[in-house]
């Protein structure tokens, strides 16, 4: 069975930095098209915030975030990584990881994890 935990979420103040880690277990990310970052805000719809293929040839990001936030995966340690810097108040969500095993949707998610950012 396939489990994505996500860690290092908290609070943190405006322009500040956290770098968000999910691990999976029962499958290494190597065998993964896509792994995606996610995150929801209270009243708001889930977005896509960064993905990134099998091997970390191809990444995209959300507007938003672009020049802020940074995905990566290490398949050693089958984890994947998102560092968020210069963080505003509106990136304040619960952030998801997940993984797609043929890219057209995402088959497992985590439970999220809380991130504050504080003005």
């Known amino acids: 069975q396939v489990q994505l935990v996500e860690s290092g979420g908290g609070l943190v103040q405006t322009g500040g930095s956290l770098r968000l880690s999910c691990a999976a277990s029962?499958?290494?990310?190597?065998?993964?098209?896509?792994v995606g970052w996610f995150r929801q805000a209270p009243g708001k719809e889930r977005e896509l915030v960064a993905r990134?293929?099998?091997?970390?040839?191809?990444?995209s990001y959300a507007d938003s975030v672009k020049g802020r936030f940074t995905i990566s995966r290490d398949n050693a340690k089958n984890t994947v990584d998102l560092q968020m810097n210069s963080l505003k108040p509106e990136d304040t969500a619960v952030y998801y990881c997940?993984?797609?095993?043929?890219?057209?949707?995402?088959?497992?998610w985590g439970q999220g994890t809380q991130v504050t950012v504080s003005s």
């Open positions: 990134i293929t099998h091997g970390g040839a191809f990444t």
């Open positions: 997940a993984a797609s095993r043929n890219i057209l949707s995402y088959d497992y």
């Open positions: 029962g499958r290494t990310f190597s065998s993964f098209m896509m």
